[in-house]
């Protein structure tokens, strides 16, 4: 088995953690996750490791507006249904948004929102495969594992018409 190198480091959208192996990119996390990564105690701390220095430039430079794409070997792991998901999220342009639906016409599935919802929710790399890009039917923004004033952060970096006119508070509105 490879052993997981991960960095942490401060972003504008707060501490960022990554892990890499040498076949690629694991996990990006925030400071609080959702679904946490497993094995997560057995990660050697190594932010000298040259994927990870290569991701954590180019995060920065997506967060700071210097980047619109990413340039790093990836390798999520998932059950089929979640990588077809994961790797369909990677289609999404930069300053654009997709409803659940569209995403599961996407991969052939129209009626599979819901998993496909449940598989957008399970993405270990957001930001690098923009899990943040995918919206509600109405144009809400719906659940994301960095919470939804940093998934309207993301969005506004990016210029989606989609959240222009958005604020925070509107995002705790009942």
Not at 127 to 136: A, D, S, T, Y
Request: net charge positive.
């Amino acid at each position: 088995m490879n052993p997981i190198y991960h960095d942490r480091f401060d972003s504008p959208i707060g501490p960022l953690t990554v892990a890499a192996d040498a076949h690629g990119v694991r996990h990006i996390l925030f400071a609080e996750n959702r679904h946490d990564a497993r094995g997560r105690a057995d990660w050697q701390m190594a932010p000298d490791f040259p994927l990870l220095v290569a991701a954590r430039a180019q995060l920065l430079d997506y967060l700071a507006g210097k980047r619109t794409t990413f340039d790093l070997p990836l390798c999520p792991r998932g059950t089929a249904f979640q990588c077809e998901v994961w790797q369909t999220l990677a289609q999404i342009p930069f300053g654009e948004t997709w409803t659940y639906a569209q995403l599961a016409a996407r991969i052939g599935k129209p009626s599979a929102m819901r998993a496909v919802g449940a598989a957008n929710g399970r993405n270990p790399l957001p930001i690098v495969l923009p899990c943040h890009r995918v919206i509600g039917a109405d144009g809400s923004l719906t659940g994301f594992g960095g919470g939804l004033p940093t998934k309207l952060a993301l969005l506004r970096l990016e210029g989606a018409p989609a959240v222009a006119t958005m604020h925070a508070a509107d995002l705790f509105a009942a």
